[in-house]
């Protein structure tokens, strides 16, 4: 779940119908709009050529762009059938004492992947050790978790799960999945973190190290 900063930009009388206003909610020049009595707030920068469109206008319902006329929807920044990309939108809520705007806190979104990361290789393992025989290793388990992964098991965790005779067959192979996607979004998280802000932060677990081959023959779920 993004993690949300919130940021005072306005006073809720400050804005009248149809007027934009460029704020700094953070670090983040944001464009703040006021229109069928709706605040919007859109990152300030068009897509298309990184115009400021605080400087544009409103006009039938889209914030135009002031360098080459794009039109954007003012609240969620899709926009017109003319365009393919919109700029980011950001929440907004408007409170007793003014107009706040929510930035996504990058790192504290990427630390919490990284806890669920973490908490499904956990949760892997300990399914793993109580299912007698889930060792004695037969099955890929990367076909079990996810047809043509590449991504290498935790420390400690078998590089294959038997699946005849084990009780516990698909609920390791679901377990071991949602280690996968936890690992990927985790690695998501990681990347969208402005490169600046990066050194502040611990960076995401290397793939873990394969075990050695194994010459037993392996099975895989149908």
Known sequence: MAQIDWFRVASPDELEEGDIKTVLAGRNVVVLTLHEGRFGALDNRCPHENAPLGEGYIDRGWLICPLHNYEFDPHDGHPSPTYEEGPPAHPVEVREDGVYVGIENFAASYEEARRAFFAATDAAVALVDATEGARAALIDWRRAAVVGTEVEPPENMPRT????????GLAIARALRAWHDSYEAM????????????????RPPQKYPAPAPSSVPRMTFG
């Open 161 to 168: 799960v038997e699946a005849a005779d084990l009780p516990n």
């Open 187 to 202: 690695r998501v998280a990681f990347n969208r973190i402005p490169r600046e802000e990066r050194p502040a932060v611990a």
